[in-house]
């Protein structure tokens, strides 16, 4: 029988969750199988993220509109694409790669390629009759492992650009540990309910940010963590033993060039990359973290140097804005000694295959590996089979609240449930 090539590629402007505009693809076959894929979009994104599309147009969505994009699949990327074979998706990614021709795919845009690669990813599996994460495992060479189940880290409390609180530190998390997905799960949903309890007794604000954790006003970033620390009391669990907590700055977003200082919020404390990392050391200590992500702003290799070595045996020390799940600047991050984990947003290379090799790159380093969501999400649950199929250490996929958040949760629940089944 012959390979089916693809016969459409075609597109549709959707909404994210914040409401902005983002691009879907749908790839069909000559047999009639069809894949789509929704992509995700950022608020604190690095400068050196691969670029997303936008119309620019003030008269539809302030400017946010995808529609350029969403043209450039049906007219540029379908031309392209059809008539070829989906068996080997990364050969698809390498042709849209070299249909733009920029380095931060400038020309076509980083969301029109990407929901394309996706889609197709999410085709080739179906076409070979596997799920998508076992496709990923085999067909991207990371069979040499058995598939497990990443652990999450779930950002209960939302601070930075994610929300109106006020803490200058974007993400407190915590990372249950259990010896089952399920269990995790359990542990975090628990924590978060008794945090939610805590802020109702104290009369604080309930309301969720954009991924989904609490986002109180409070009077110190270390508040975040000593409520989060009661709520891991009142719940029975100890931290260390059943929890530990960790934390995404987004150092970036308050950095003063003009001082070349960190001002801290809402305390007003301003910091040398020295002194912050000081911080970081003493939080560590004290609030059981056991992560720090983006600790220092995205160009500051030598302070990231400084930073692992004061940081990196006690902590996980994590490149996101530093990275970009760029392959180069990861290799140059490997070079300098800078970080010893990095956070995988395929969205911010723009392709499926790059995302990978950022991966195979990180672990023949010995770097931990985390899989991650945007703040802008949709209910697509791709980055679940993602992470399963590479064998990543960790995923961030938010709260235990939003829809967008639950859809990967529930899918890699739906993952564990197979894979335990495969054992039998």
Not at 136 to 161: A, C, T, V, W
Not at 225 to 251: C, R, S, W
Not at 364 to 388: C, K, M, P
Request: charged share 25%; proline share 4%.
């Amino acid at each position: 029988m012959p390979t089916p090539s693809i016969s459409k590629v075609t597109a549709l402007e959707i909404l994210d969750s914040r409401g902005n505009p983002t691009v879907m693809a749908k790839v069909e076959l000559s047999n009639g199988m069809e894949a789509r894929a929704g992509v995700p979009s950022g608020a604190s994104t690095g400068r050196f993220e691969a670029l997303e599309l936008r119309d620019n147009d003030i008269n539809r969505y302030r400017g946010r509109g995808t529609r350029k994009a969403v043209d450039n699949i049906k007219t540029v990327i379908h031309q392209a694409l059809k008539g070829k074979s989906v068996d080997d998706s990364s050969q698809i990614d390498r042709i849209m790669i070299d249909l733009d021709g920029t380095e931060y795919k400038s020309k076509l845009g980083a969301n029109a390629i990407l929901a394309v690669s996706l889609a197709c990813a999410r085709l080739a599996a179906k076409v070979s009759g596997k799920p998508l994460y076992q496709y990923i495992h085999e067909h991207y060479g990371f069979s040499d492992q058995p598939l497990r189940l990443p652990e999450p880290m779930m950002n209960i409390m939302n601070g930075g650009k994610h929300s109106d609180s006020g803490l200058s530190i974007q993400e407190f998390m915590v990372v249950p540990h259990a010896p089952s997905f399920h269990e995790r799960v359990r542990i975090g949903a628990e924590i978060f309910m008794a945090l939610g309890d805590l802020l109702h007794q104290q009369r604080l604000s309930k309301l969720v940010g954009d991924e989904g954790g609490y986002a109180p006003r409070l009077d110190a970033n270390t508040k975040a963590f000593e409520m989060i620390l009661e709520a891991i009391h009142q719940t029975n669990y100890k931290p260390i033993d059943d929890v530990t907590l960790a934390i995404d700055a987004a150092a970036t977003v308050f950095y003063e060039a003009d001082l070349n200082q960190y001002r801290l919020m809402p305390e007003d404390s301003t910091y040398s990359a020295d002194k912050l990392v000081d911080l970081y050391k003493e939080w560590t200590e004290k609030y059981f973290l056991r992560s720090v992500e983006d600790g220092l702003r995205e160009d500051d290799w030598n302070g990231w140097k400084m930073m692992t070595k004061k940081l990196g045996g006690k902590a996980m020390v994590v490149g996101d804005d530093l990275f970009v799940t760029n392959p180069s600047r990861l290799r140059e991050g490997i070079k300098k000694n800078a970080a010893n984990a990095i956070i995988i947003k395929p969205n911010q290379i723009g392709t499926m295959t790059e995302a990978i090799e950022a991966t195979k790159l990180a672990q023949q380093n010995h770097y931990a590996v985390i899989v991650a969501h945007r703040s802008g999400e949709t209910i697509d649950d791709f980055i679940a089979d993602l992470a399963v199929g590479v064998n990543a250490d960790y995923i961030k996929t938010g709260s235990l609240s939003r829809g967008e958040r639950m859809a990967k949760y529930n899918r890699l629940l739906e993952i564990e449930m197979e894979l335990s089944e495969w054992k039998k």
